[in-house]
């Protein structure tokens, strides 16, 4: 599989914001440990200043995306970058279904934002395969 | 369908039902009889940020003005709602408990709290705001939040 067609993933960007440090945690957990081969990290902020590698990435790929308040600005920039949101995910929405894993912090999410942030990224995991499994056999093997 | 009224600060719009009463916390109070609806005033709501969870006390409760009604779990704060008025949890919105989101988006409507049988007159106790009161001190709230 080459660079361009992994999934790619874009958190949100938003500073300052438990729920944006827990999505930003749990995609680079998916990048480093958990499907590095599969999916790109592309920084919202590239989309936003139009950046030509990281439109590129989005139009080339199925992207999922993680939101961290419904503003969903992830969701939205691919959306306008020529993208497709094959998945968007709410970290508000994956806490719902972990009432246990409360995030705070924000420089350092606590050990239930962590907690938070591993499950979320097990979802995305997931919902990574699950593209993959849809996307035309050549494209899977070229 | 209830009338509003509105304040716009920034890129925020809050609305305030004219068919309801406000506790200075932010909890409004809809009489209907002998028995009122609480909920979470639009303001508030606001902002608390998104609800992520809410706990209302069971029904059958006995609740004085003051006393903790509910809590709200936002993205941002953890709140505990003093009820409104004093009396018996009559109901509480059992669809909180799966969409809580309802608090955000229908504030004055599906997302009312608990409903709270009052005895007579259950909105004539101290301390509710008019519409137009709580749109006051909203405003002042609002300004202090940001800063001007």
Same mark, same amino acid.
């Given at each position: 599989?080459?660079? #361009?067609?992994?999934?790619?993933? !874009?958190?949100?960007?938003?500073?300052? +914001?438990?729920?944006?440090?827990?999505?930003?945690?749990?995609?680079?957990? !998916?990048?480093?440990?958990?499907?590095?081969?599969?999916?790109?990290? !592309?920084?919202?902020?590239?989309?936003?200043?139009?950046?030509?590698?990281?439109?590129?990435? !989005?139009?080339?790929?199925?992207?999922?995306?993680?939101?961290?308040? +419904?503003?969903?600005?992830?969701? +939205?920039?691919?959306?306008?970058?020529?993208?497709?949101?094959?998945?968007?995910?709410?970290?508000?929405?994956?806490?719902?279904?972990?009432? #246990?894993? #409360?995030? +705070?912090?924000?420089?350092?999410?606590?050990?239930?934002?962590?907690?938070?942030?591993?499950?979320?990224?097990?979802?995305?995991?997931?919902?990574?395969?699950?593209?993959?499994?849809?996307?035309?056999?050549?494209?899977?093997?070229? | 369908?209830?009338?509003?009224?509105?304040? *716009?600060?920034?890129?925020?719009?809050?609305?305030?039902?004219?068919?309801?009463?406000?506790?200075?916390?932010?909890?409004?109070?809809?009489?209907?009889?002998?028995?009122?609806?609480?909920?979470?005033?639009?303001?508030?709501?606001?902002?608390?940020?998104?609800?992520?969870?809410?706990?209302?006390?069971?029904?059958?409760?006995?609740?004085?003005?003051?006393?903790?009604?509910?809590?709200?779990? *936002?993205?941002?704060?953890?709140?505990?709602?003093?009820?409104?008025?004093?009396?018996?949890?009559?109901?509480?919105?059992?669809?909180?408990?799966?969409?809580?989101?309802?608090?955000?988006?229908?504030?004055?409507?599906?997302?009312?709290?608990?409903?709270?049988?009052?005895?007579?007159?259950? *909105?004539?106790?101290?301390?509710?705001?008019?519409?137009?009161?709580?749109?006051?001190?909203?405003?002042?709230?609002?300004?202090?939040?940001?800063?001007?």
């Amino acid at each position: 599989m080459n660079e #361009k067609e992994r999934v790619v993933i !874009v958190p949100c960007s938003g500073i300052g +914001k438990t729920y944006g440090s827990v999505s930003r945690e749990a995609a680079y957990r !998916v990048v480093d440990e958990l499907r590095p081969e599969e999916s790109q990290l !592309v920084a919202l902020s590239m989309l936003v200043m139009g950046d030509e590698t990281a439109r590129e990435a !989005v139009a080339g790929s199925p992207a999922i995306t993680i939101d961290g308040c +419904k503003l969903a600005c992830a969701r +939205k920039m691919v959306q306008e970058s020529g993208g497709t949101v094959a998945q968007d995910f709410a970290v508000l929405d994956v806490y719902r279904r972990y009432r #246990k894993f #409360k995030p +705070k912090g924000i420089a350092e999410l606590n050990e239930g934002g962590q907690q938070l942030a591993q499950a979320l990224a097990e979802e995305v995991s997931q919902a990574i395969d699950d593209v993959q499994q849809e996307l035309p056999q050549g494209e899977e093997d070229a | 369908m209830a009338d509003y009224l509105e304040y *716009t600060l920034d890129k925020f719009t809050f609305k305030v039902a004219t068919d309801c009463l406000y506790s200075p916390a932010g909890v409004w109070v809809r009489a209907e009889g002998d028995r009122v609806a609480v909920g979470v005033s639009d303001f508030l709501g606001q902002r608390s940020g998104d609800v992520a969870f809410v706990d209302v006390v069971p029904v059958g409760t006995v609740v004085t003005a003051g006393d903790e009604l509910a809590t709200l779990e *936002t993205i941002k704060v953890d709140i505990e709602l003093p009820a409104p008025v004093s009396g018996i949890v009559a109901a509480v919105n059992e669809k909180l408990e799966m969409e809580a989101e309802v608090i955000n988006q229908d504030p004055y409507g599906e997302g009312w709290l608990a409903i709270i049988e009052a005895g007579d007159r259950p *909105t004539e106790q101290a301390g509710l705001l008019s519409p137009e009161a709580y749109l006051e001190q909203m405003k002042r709230e609002a300004l202090e939040e940001l800063g001007e």
